[in-house]
Structures are given as C-alpha cells and as structure tokens.
C-alpha cells in the first residue's frame, strides 16, 4: 500500500480550505495512532483533499457515481483494507480501517459510505468463502475493478432481518432465487450482490449467503431512489425472479447465513461511524474558519462566549465518539467477546452526536449553512442517514440493552 503526507483541505467550488487543526489541538484525529497508521491517514487525507473534495457539490448535484476516484482509491489500497493480502487485499487493522474511512469521509461523506459497503461485501467473501471463491473474487473487488453490494433488507424486513423472505431453492448444481432486496447500495451500477436468502426454516437459521452475478438472468433493479443524501451513489431495488445461481456462488454452508450477514454489519456500523467522524470533523474545520472570519455587532463570531461553548460541546462530542469508535474497532479485531455490543454502542453515539455537531455547525453558519455554496448542509444531509442504516439506532440500543441486563 502506497503512503504518503498530506495535510487536509476541503471547501467547495474552486478554493481549497487550507486551515486543519495543528496536531496540538485536542481535535487532532491522529492522537493515540501508530506512525503507521498516521501514514494510512495522510495517505486518505491527501486523497480526500485532492480527489474527492473538489468535486463532492458536483458529485452530489449529478448524482454521479464516481468510479473512476474510486478505483484511485482502490490504487492506494482502499478497495480491500481489511483483505488477505495474498488475494490483493491490504491486510489493515480495524482500527486502521476506521481511521482511513473518517480522513476519506472529510472528502465525501457518501461515497466513502458505498466504499466502505463494498470493502464489507469483500470482507465476508474473504472470511467465508472457500479458495476457490476468494481467488475468483478477491482480486477485481480490492482493485475495484468490480464493484460490490449488499442485499439484506427486504421491502417487508428491515430491522427484523431474520424475518427475510426472499427464497432460494435448490436445482441440481444451481438455487433458484425469488424475492426482492430494497434500499441497496450501488445497486444497478455494481457487479456483485451479496444475498441473503431462505433456504430452509423460518427464522435465523435458515438463511444463507449468495453471490449473484450482474448479468444473471432473472436478476434486474428496481427505479433509480431520490434521497436527501448519500447522492454520489445509487439506490434501487433489486429484484430476483426464477434466478438461477450456481450453488458454488453459496458463500459458507447452508444455514449460515445470518451469522455472515451479522459479523459483516458488525464492521459495517463501524464504519458509517467512521464516515460520521469524518464529517462532523469537516464541519467543525469550515465553522471554525466562519466564526473567525464572519462579524456580528462590530466582531467576529469567535469572540462571543456562548458559540465558545458550542464549539467546545462539538469538539467534546467528536473526540468521544472517535475514541468510542476505535474502542470498537480494536475489540472487534481482536475477537473480544463484548465486541457486538461496543460496535452497536459506538455506532448508536458516534452517528447520533456526529449529525448533531453537523446540524450545530449549519446552525453557526446562519443563512449561509443553508445555502449549498456551503459545504456543512451537505456533510449534515449524508451523515443523517446513518442514523438509521446497519441497524437502526433504535436496534442498536435494543443490543446494548440485552448485554447490560443479561
């Protein structure tokens, strides 16, 4: 993987906001990091500033799915951070995973997002798949070549998961698929779905892990979704009628499905975490320069105690909630037992406190954060959504409630 220092920039239109936190202040987001990992984050940083940032209005704007930016990235080793090497995968950490999603996100929030969904579809190919699977596989998604999406919720299943209907039945060498996934990510424009589908008994134990091919008959998209954020990536419904798969596409044994799709959302929440942090962090960055820079009654905004307050409430917020979010990681990297229940933790604080010190930071701005000149209403539209994403928040309490009181 290919390093090098950076600093972070990031305003729209044509100027690039040249003002970052000095590495003495206490919202410096590499406190606590390994030179190494300090290196992967520079390496994001520069990216996001050179790559993403210039053109995240535009992105947003067009609803344009950058895949070309995206496979630079995947140059740089974006596109399998947590993936054996031996398949073209980075082989990084969690935490370092959460460190180069929240300096990407400074850049453009959705689509680090869809980054960060594919990098978990290649996640599970990578940890359930057999050789055979992962060398077939592995190597276009890391380069992004291939582009991935992950096909869990169903227009009647979303926070119920287990209660999924979409069938597959077996034919031979082949399962027959029938059902339908909704809100999924890339869907359309990417090459490989990760499906969840029944194959045996209701509930939990009788779901089981897919890879669908773009291009199998029987398999098509509903209409293109308009939504209030995460605009640089598409999201439509996918629909699978009489689509015949091979059984070598099943990804683990039958019935191992739900378990597949879980320790991937594990990852998952910690990574719209990551996104989180990222734009809260960039939010804070422009509304520092507009309070220093904006006047009301004869002096700049700074000057006033009670927004001094505010901003310290945000940095208070962010530098709890990164903390958290590593905690998370780290547990889950190493296997720690209460690791569910700290990704769930950390997913439910980081993507609540993030969007409010987003929302905070229009708020500062006045009229101007209003206004999509200014890049805070965007960082605050795409981060909302993962409040409700990789299990609702509502779902994540309902996690960290049954470990307290077990």
Not at 122 to 143: T, V
Request: proline share 3%.
């Amino acid at each position: 993987m290919a390093l090098s220092r950076a600093l972070f920039g990031g305003r729209f239109v044509t100027t690039i906001f040249k003002r970052y936190f000095s590495p003495a202040s206490c919202l410096d987001p590499s406190l606590g990091l390994t030179k190494e990992q300090v290196a992967f984050q520079n390496l994001a940083l520069d990216f996001a500033r050179n790559e993403m940032a210039p053109h995240m209005r535009q992105w947003d704007a067009e609803e344009f799915f950058p895949v070309e930016v995206m496979r630079k990235a995947a140059a740089l080793g974006f596109g399998g951070v947590t993936i054996r090497e031996d398949v073209g995968g980075s082989g990084l950490s969690r935490v370092d995973c959460s460190v180069i999603y929240e300096a990407l996100a400074t850049g453009c929030v959705s689509t680090t997002a869809y980054m960060s969904i594919h990098n978990m579809c290649a996640w599970m190919i990578d940890e359930f798949g057999n050789s055979e699977q992962r060398i077939k596989y592995l190597p276009s998604l890391c380069s992004m070549e291939r582009f991935a999406s992950y096909c869990l919720t169903e227009p009647g299943a979303g926070s119920d998961a287990a209660n999924i209907s979409t069938r597959a039945v077996r034919d031979g060498d082949y399962y027959v698929l029938n059902g339908s996934k909704a809100f999924i990510s890339g869907a359309g424009a990417t090459d490989v779905y990760v499906v969840m589908c029944r194959t045996g008994q209701s509930g939990a134990k009788g779901i089981s892990c897919f890879v669908v091919e773009a291009g199998t008959p029987g398999l098509s998209f509903g209409k293109k979704e308009s939504k209030v954020g995460w605009n640089s990536q598409p999201t439509r419904m996918v629909v699978m009628e009489n689509c015949r798969v091979p059984a070598a596409n099943r990804i683990g044994s039958e019935g191992q499905g739900f378990t597949i799709a879980m320790k991937g959302l594990n990852g998952g929440r910690l990574s719209v975490a990551s996104c989180s942090l990222g734009a809260a962090w960039a939010a804070m960055e422009h509304t520092s320069r507009h309070m220093k820079e904006r006047k009301a009654f004869g002096q700049p905004l700074a000057n006033f105690q009670y927004l001094q307050f505010k901003m310290a409430d945000m940095a208070t917020d962010l530098v709890a909630s990164r903390v958290m979010v590593r905690t998370a990681a780290s547990a889950l990297h190493k296997g720690q037992p209460n690791a569910l229940s700290l990704c769930a933790m950390a997913k439910l604080f980081a993507t609540d406190k993030c969007f409010a010190i987003c929302n905070e930071a229009l708020q500062l701005h006045g009229g101007y954060g209003y206004l999509k000149d200014y890049p805070v209403q965007q960082y605050m539209r795409d981060c909302r959504v993962h409040q409700i994403l990789e299990g609702t928040n509502e779902m994540m309490r309902l996690l960290v409630s049954r470990d307290v009181l077990s």
